[in-house]
């Protein structure tokens, strides 16, 4: 029997006599080691605008198909960071790059950093560095089991070859199997919320999530299924990340349409690129990351407190 944190992590696992109790300890104390951390990576994924009703807005042109009517896919990469600890997730994005369609107008924001901190969802959005009228902050109450923030780090620490191990239940069937290890079982993806979620996932000897299905029933009827697959290692901070990364969300109301592999059905779909990941945050970098500045004209949108404001014309102060 392993005993948590005492486990040396980034050598090769046995290949026998390691049971799946084992072997769920181990994953969880990997994922331990990753609390109190910054990951930095590159997302990169598509977005498709709605079209605008032209019986609405009569300046559309809908004849020439150049008018926002049309719906428009944007191809786009942000470098993100990942910040967690504990139960708080703040994420980070500045935009890379975009490309649309020849004629296109469509934009991805330039900055958005969101957060479940502080008993707080808040979250930043900024569409031009230099016009701060387009910075704007919302702040509503967090806690929530399925809050955007903690939903975000779940699907990009997966992505990255981790984050099994701290939402494992129980795993039922492991094997080691063509170099990888092969556990079957259930999972609670997120914390505090009951659900009836299975895995199918492999592991490299590293630990590194290679590939998995996570799929969960509402109601007997399976609606929602994670796909994950992983490419290439990278060491960093000792421990081991998947170099690259593809994570899909797919939904469904029957087995038919799981059966029939609907592309229809996916609702999120992006790749992931590791960056860096810096260990055991210092109190001052934690809250340099975690913060939300309110700067002069920024405006605030505060469910909480059931106001709104522009900084500067109210006050101005560090949430």
Same mark, same amino acid.
């Given at each position: 029997?392993f005993?948590? @944190?005492?486990?040396?992590?980034?050598?090769?696992l046995p290949t026998?006599?390691?049971?799946a109790e084992?072997?769920?300890?181990i994953?969880?104390?990997r994922?331990a %080691?990753?609390?109190?951390?910054?990951i930095?990576?590159r997302k990169?994924?598509?977005f498709t605008?709605?079209?605008?009703?032209?019986w609405?807005?009569?300046w559309v042109d809908?004849d &020439? @198909?150049?008018?926002?009517? /049309?719906?428009?896919t944007?191809?786009?990469?942000?470098?993100?960071q +990942?910040?967690?600890?504990?139960s708080e997730a703040?994420?980070? #994005?500045e +935009?890379?790059d975009?490309?649309?369609p020849?004629?296109g107008?469509?934009?991805?924001?330039? $900055?958005?950093?969101w957060?479940n901190?502080k008993?707080?969802?808040?979250e930043l959005?900024e569409?031009?560095?230099?016009?701060? #009228?387009?910075?704007?902050i919302?702040?509503?109450?967090?806690?929530?089991p399925?809050d955007? &923030?903690?939903r975000?780090q779940m699907?990009? =620490?997966f992505?990255?070859?981790?984050g099994?191990? /701290?939402?494992?239940?129980?795993? %039922?069937q492991?094997?080691?199997e063509?170099g +990888?290890w $092969?556990?079957?079982?259930?999972?609670?993806?997120w914390?505090?919320?009951d659900?009836q &979620?299975?895995?199918?996932?492999?592991?490299?000897?590293?630990?590194?999530?290679r =590939?998995?299905?996570v799929?969960?029933?509402?109601?007997? #009827?399976?609606?929602?299924?994670?796909?994950?697959?992983?490419? @290439?290692s990278?060491q960093?901070?000792g421990?081991?990340?998947?170099?690259?990364?593809?994570?899909? =969300?797919k939904?469904?109301?029957?087995?038919?349409?799981i059966e029939?592999?609907?592309?229809?059905r996916?609702?999120t779909d992006f790749?992931?690129?590791?960056?860096?990941?810096?260990?055991?945050l210092?109190d001052?970098r934690y /809250?340099?990351?975690t =913060?939300?500045?309110?700067?002069?004209?920024?405006?605030v949108?505060?469910r909480?407190?059931?106001?709104?404001y522009?900084v500067?014309?109210r006050?101005? $102060?560090?949430?």
């Amino acid at each position: 029997m392993f005993t948590p @944190g005492v486990i040396a992590l980034t050598i090769l696992l046995p290949t026998a006599d390691l049971t799946a109790e084992d072997f769920s300890t181990i994953l969880a104390a990997r994922d331990a %080691q990753l609390d109190n951390s910054e990951i930095v990576y590159r997302k990169s994924s598509q977005f498709t605008t709605k079209p605008v009703p032209t019986w609405k807005y009569r300046w559309v042109d809908g004849d &020439s @198909g150049a008018g926002p009517d /049309k719906p428009e896919t944007i191809s786009f990469t942000y470098r993100e960071q +990942l910040v967690g600890r504990g139960s708080e997730a703040t994420l980070i #994005r500045e +935009l890379v790059d975009q490309q649309h369609p020849e004629g296109g107008s469509g934009s991805m924001l330039q $900055h958005q950093k969101w957060s479940n901190t502080k008993g707080l969802a808040r979250e930043l959005t900024e569409s031009r560095h230099d016009d701060l #009228r387009d910075r704007i902050i919302e702040i509503k109450p967090g806690g929530k089991p399925q809050d955007k &923030s903690q939903r975000d780090q779940m699907e990009t =620490e997966f992505a990255l070859g981790f984050g099994f191990g /701290k939402r494992i239940t129980e795993i %039922q069937q492991l094997r080691y199997e063509d170099g +990888l290890w $092969h556990a079957v079982g259930t999972i609670r993806i997120w914390p505090g919320y009951d659900s009836q &979620s299975t895995f199918d996932a492999k592991f490299d000897d590293q630990l590194v999530l290679r =590939e998995a299905v996570v799929q969960t029933v509402y109601g007997g #009827r399976p609606t929602v299924r994670f796909e994950i697959t992983t490419q @290439g290692s990278v060491q960093n901070g000792g421990l081991d990340f998947a170099e690259t990364g593809r994570f899909q =969300e797919k939904r469904y109301a029957s087995l038919q349409e799981i059966e029939d592999n609907d592309p229809s059905r996916v609702i999120t779909d992006f790749t992931v690129a590791f960056e860096s990941f810096r260990p055991q945050l210092t109190d001052a970098r934690y /809250k340099e990351l975690t =913060e939300f500045k309110m700067l002069p004209g920024t405006q605030v949108m505060d469910r909480v407190a059931g106001v709104n404001y522009i900084v500067g014309q109210r006050g101005d $102060h560090d949430f």
